[in-house]
C-alpha cells in the first residue's frame, strides 16, 4: 500500500527552483512529523527538512535560508520549497513520516538535477 506520494521533481539550471510535495493519508499526516531526506549517488541518506505538528521546523545546515518546508494540514501534504538550486543538491528526495515509537515511512522517492 502507497502510502506518500511524492511529485514535483525534475531538471533544473542552477539557481532555479523548485517545490516537491509530499501527499499522505490523513492518519499519518495528523500523527507523524513530516521530513524530506535526500540521497546523492555513492552517498548516504540525509536530513534535509523536518516540520512537526506544531510546525516547528529543523534544516540541515547546507540547505538553510534556500528551503523551506510546510505542511498543509486541509490537503494532507508536505512540500518542500528550493530556491537557489545548487549542481550538489542533485539527489533523490525522499518524504518520511516519522514517528517516536515505529520505524518511519518512507515514499518513493523523486529525482532533481541541478545542472550547472
Known amino acids: 500500500q502507497v502510502q506518500l506520494v511524492e511529485s514535483g521533481g525534475g531538471l533544473v539550471q542552477a539557481g532555479g527552483s523548485l517545490r516537491l510535495s509530499c501527499a499522505a493519508s490523513?492518519?499519518?499526516?495528523?500523527?507523524?512529523?513530516m521530513a524530506w531526506y535526500r540521497q546523492a549517488p555513492g552517498e548516504q541518506r540525509v536530513l534535509v527538512a523536518r516540520?512537526?505538528?506544531?510546525?516547528?521546523?529543523k534544516y540541515a545546515d547546507f540547505v538553510k535560508g534556500r528551503f523551506t518546508i510546510s505542511r498543509d494540514s486541509a490537503k494532507n501534504t508536505v512540500y518542500l520549497q528550493m530556491n537557489s538550486l545548487k549542481p550538489e543538491d542533485t539527489a533523490v528526495y525522499y518524504c518520511?513520516?516519522?514517528?517516536?515509537?515505529?520505524?518511519?515511512?518512507w515514499g518513493q522517492g523523486t529525482q532533481v538535477t541541478v545542472s550547472s
Open positions: 518520511a513520516a516519522e514517528s517516536r515509537s515505529y520505524d518511519p515511512i
Open positions: 490523513g492518519s499519518i499526516f495528523s500523527r507523524n512529523a
Open positions: 516540520i512537526i505538528r506544531d510546525s516547528s521546523t
